[in-house]
């Protein structure tokens, strides 16, 4: 069944429910293939998201996405719930052209802050009562709104700089207090991050996260490519750190619900097996970077991790034929099969999985039992669950502080729900916490590609069907909107894809989990002390190439 051919969604007893709850503030129906979708006036948002988060239990805030359309400006704010995420609703904000100005969710959902922020910078939309409605990615000076359809491309921008201002300076209350800036270059900061900080002596007064150092356009490259080919070597550039193919599956994952494309069964469990290394990638960075944050440990851990992630590379190079930008994932499978001769793969991998709890035990020695770590990560960065909620924390910060939330166990794709696996979470909530989540995330990604190498070592030959027939051609029906969503290795990892009719998408928005768990920043570190400050922010595991996008 092509997209075209897609049934309405049906409308369940849910559905029902949630029209009398919106009933006073709703005015039609804009239904997603993800979820059901109400309009609601712009001056009645606050009063519908409190409706929905109170009364109907969607106490996360997954993405915010703008847009601009002919005749109006529309927010889309894409709510779900951390009990269940696959009971998800879509409030649906339309804005007139003339005044493109809507009630802010900030007084709902703290992590609306950021998202609205980025849709006045990028598209123009301005929202009544945000707390500090200002360019997020852009600087202040910049003219014009890069996503709106008036903006133009060839105006000269001059960027001028001005000078930083201290937020508290006027507040007596504190004393004598200094701004100091950390980064954008400093190497505590994992990439180009600019942290505006106040300190009153060596505690933290004020800390606010500036970004859009590197802002790369990857949301408006993605919507000049088409769906079937162009697209998919983009995802594995929005986190370097070796989380690529989970990125791909993200894509994979939207535009075959879409392009209603199955994906053969082998081929899933080939994703299930690639997404778990790719984790394991990801993570090892993390404990390797973590530990020069923390304890300046260079000689031993950190190059422990960078050789590790050298055999896992070797593994995935192998698969893939590249060592970082891997463009393995294809709609409706993988690009090709498992390398000859087999036998070796899967020894390789084998190897890989037998020496890993040795190698994580010797993490465990050097850093969880290593009492200087100890001393600066336990009860510092402290996140409560209630917290972290109205972030939208996700993937191991959210774990980490006792939040049981993994899409793959929760909203299951791929071969997940097929295997014997456990979430894991620790109930700290602080940074030694988030430490552990991702330590022990390693073992249970091992546990996952055993069950798939376990069956693909026996899957009949005649049976590994690596892709399922596509059209070369994707054009969804017009105005078809969906938002899907993997666990990558930062939380997660979703898209929204509105599209036009044509073979490329008219909207494509990024929810990166690094965007709305480095806005948590300024919670867990304001009160502490300047070298909490820095482990708070290694314990969110950033990257700015998902955070800009």
């Known amino acids: 069944m092509t997209a075209q051919q897609l049934p309405p969604r049906p409308e369940s007893t849910t559905d029902r429910s949630l029209a009398d709850l919106l009933s006073p503030y709703a005015t039609d129906r804009d239904d997603h293939l993800n979820a059901p979708a109400f309009v609601v006036r712009p001056d009645e948002v606050a009063a519908a998201l409190s409706t929905l988060r109170d009364e109907a239990g969607f106490d996360h805030c997954a993405c915010v996405t703008a847009q601009e359309y002919a005749d109006r400006y529309e927010t889309i704010y894409h709510l779900r719930r951390y009990d269940d995420p696959t009971d998800e609703v879509s409030v649906v904000v339309p804005a007139p052209k003339a005044d493109p100005t809507s009630e802010s969710a900030t007084s709902v959902y703290e992590t609306a802050a950021w998202h609205e922020r980025e849709a006045y910078d990028l598209v123009g939309i301005e929202y009544a009562d945000h707390p500090d409605l200002r360019r997020i990615l852009l600087p202040e000076t910049w003219q014009g709104h890069p996503l709106s359809l008036d903006y ?43 942290l505006e900080t106040v300190l009153d002596g060596e505690q933290v007064v004020d800390v606010d996260p500036d970004i859009g150092y590197i802002h790369r356009c990857e949301e408006q490259m993605a919507q000049s490519g088409t769906y079937r080919y162009q697209i998919m070597p983009y995802p594995d550039r929005w986190d370097w750190g070796g989380a690529g193919l989970l990125n791909e599956w993200a894509y994979a994952r939207v535009a075959e619900d879409l392009a209603d494309v199955d994906v053969p069964e082998y081929a899933q469990v080939v994703r299930t097996m690639s997404a778990e290394l790719s984790r394991i990638l990801s993570h090892l960075l993390a404990v390797g970077t973590y530990a020069l944050d923390v304890v300046g440990d260079f000689t031993a851990t950190f190059m422990y991790a960078i050789n590790d992630r050298e055999t896992v590379q070797n593994i995935l190079e192998d698969l893939t034929g590249q060592r970082l930008m891997f463009n393995y994932f294809r709609l409706g499978g993988v690009v090709w099969d498992l390398p000859d001769p087999r036998e070796d793969f899967f020894e390789g991998v084998r190897a890989l999985l037998d020496n890993l709890p040795e190698r994580l035990e010797e993490y465990h020695d050097l850093l969880t039992s290593n009492e200087i770590l100890q001393v600066r990560t336990v009860d510092t960065g402290v996140l409560s669950p209630e917290v972290a909620k109205q972030y939208g924390c996700t993937g191991p910060v959210a774990r980490g502080s006792g939040i ?13 729900d097929e295997l014997d696996w456990d979430v894991v979470t620790a109930d700290g909530c602080d940074n030694y916490a988030r430490l552990l989540v991702r330590l022990q995330e390693m073992e249970e990604s091992a546990k996952i590609i055993e069950q798939c190498v376990d069956l693909l070592e026996d899957w009949p030959e005649d049976d590994r069907t690596i892709q399922s027939n596509v059209p070369r051609t994707i054009r969804p029906d017009d105005d078809t909107e969906v938002y899907r969503a993997v666990e990558a290795a930062k939380g997660e990892l979703g898209i929204y894809v509105r599209a036009d009719g044509t073979e490329k998408p008219a909207r494509f928005k990024i929810r990166g989990p690094s965007f709305s768990n480095l806005q948590a920043l300024p919670e867990m570190a304001e009160g502490e002390y300047v070298p909490d400050l820095i482990a708070s922010l290694g314990s969110l595991d950033t990257i700015m190439g998902e955070v800009d996008r």
Not at 177 to 193: K, Q
Not at 404 to 416: K, N, S, T
């Open 152 to 194: 133009d491309q060839n105006r000269p921008q001059v960027v001028r700089y001005d000078e930083n201002a201290n937020p508290v300076a006027a507040d007596d209350s504190h004393g004598e207090t200094m701004f100091l800036n950390i980064g954008p270059h400093h190497p505590a900061t994992h990439g180009v991050l600019h």
């Open 404 to 416: 049981d939330y993994d899409l793959r166990r929760d909203d299951p794709y791929g071969y997940y």
